[in-house]
């Protein structure tokens, strides 16, 4: 009788996900194994997978890895019981990872301070910034992270969203701002309140695009993206308009460097275990893309292309 292996061909790991882990299992007893055939642009350095005795491959993104969108991982599952014809057997498996950049601010952006709005590279630790729900707060790390021309070229989701002067209401922003994809925007208003009985939510600045007063860009530089951390994740101003300081659940470990993810576990070491990362919330409620666009900006007329990137706004 054929050793046949049963379980899923494809594996989809959803976002902000570090491990994912699937059974597998064969019509008679046997031992596994698991060969890694193909991980487009990763490296064997940016993933872990491995399959037990008992047929459960687990698959791990290593802390700081940049998974292109469309990146999968194609693995070849062998489950065998011995020699000859009829204990051998093959599976094929493809494993759809998720794109991951975590939110930030493009060097030039002016970020409101106790002593007035700084452009966030001259930030320090234990500066003191406003927030919109008790006293101004010290900021307890600070992160860079900068992208070459190349890299932005070979990881087009990562590049920046400009959002222009008054695209979210008069004033909101007072001038332009610069943002990664998946930096959340506080959205208020009628919209909010109507759409999802709540005063205040987060958009990602991508799913707010509109092909006019915000629009992801095509840079000509390098772009430096900052990270600010504080005791909570909170609500602060730049240029005017309200967003978030770095959320630290699954998602930015995921997207930040292993020495930032190191320094940060030193200062909250209960982030070390996945339900210390889980006991973390959003400040506030976090929309899907389809929420995002009906409670977002005011479209524009849609002109083609993409924007470039003024001098100004990168390093």
Do not use: E
């Given at each position: 009788?054929?050793?046949?292996?049963?379980?899923?061909p494809v594996i989809n790991v959803p976002p902000a996900t570090e491990t994912i882990t699937q059974l597998y299992t064969a019509s008679k007893?046997?031992?596994?194994?698991v060969v890694v055939t193909g991980d487009g642009a990763l490296t064997p350095a940016d993933y872990s997978v491995t399959i037990s005795g008992s047929g459960l491959l687990t698959v791990t993104l290593m802390p700081g890895v940049i998974v292109p969108p469309g990146t999968a991982l194609s693995l070849t599952i062998s489950a065998s019981s011995g020699p000859g014809a009829g204990n051998n057997g093959s599976l094929n498996v493809t494993v759809n990872l998720p794109a991951g950049v975590v939110p930030c601010f493009v060097a030039g952006s002016l970020i409101d301070t106790v002593e007035g709005p700084r452009p966030v590279e001259t930030l320090a630790v234990g500066d003191l910034v406003p927030v919109e729900d008790g006293p101004p707060q010290p900021i307890l790390w600070i992160g860079k992270r900068t992208l070459?021309?190349?890299?932005?070229g070979a990881n087009p989701h990562l590049r920046p969203v400009r959002i222009r002067r008054d695209a979210l209401g008069p004033s909101c922003p007072h001038r332009t701002l610069w943002v990664s994809p998946q930096h959340r925007i506080v959205l208020q208003g009628w919209r909010a309140e109507l759409f999802f009985g709540e005063a205040q939510v987060f958009a990602a600045a991508i799913h707010l695009t509109n092909d006019d007063t915000i629009r992801q860009c095509r840079p000509n530089r390098a772009v430096t993206y900052y990270h600010l951390a504080f005791e909570r994740h909170l609500l602060l101003r730049a240029h005017g308009l309200l967003s978030e300081s770095i959320f630290l659940?699954?998602?930015?470990f995921l997207a930040l460097r292993r020495s930032d993810v190191e320094e940060l576990l030193v200062l909250f070491p209960e982030l070390r275990s996945r339900t210390g990362r889980d006991a973390s919330r959003t400040r506030l409620r976090c929309l899907t893309g389809s929420e995002a666009r009906l409670a977002g900006a005011r479209s524009g007329p849609g002109r083609r292309g993409q924007p470039r990137a003024p001098q100004s706004a990168i390093t």
């Open positions: 009788m054929a050793l046949n292996i049963f379980g899923p007893p046997a031992a596994w194994s070459s021309i190349a890299d932005l659940g699954d998602i930015a």
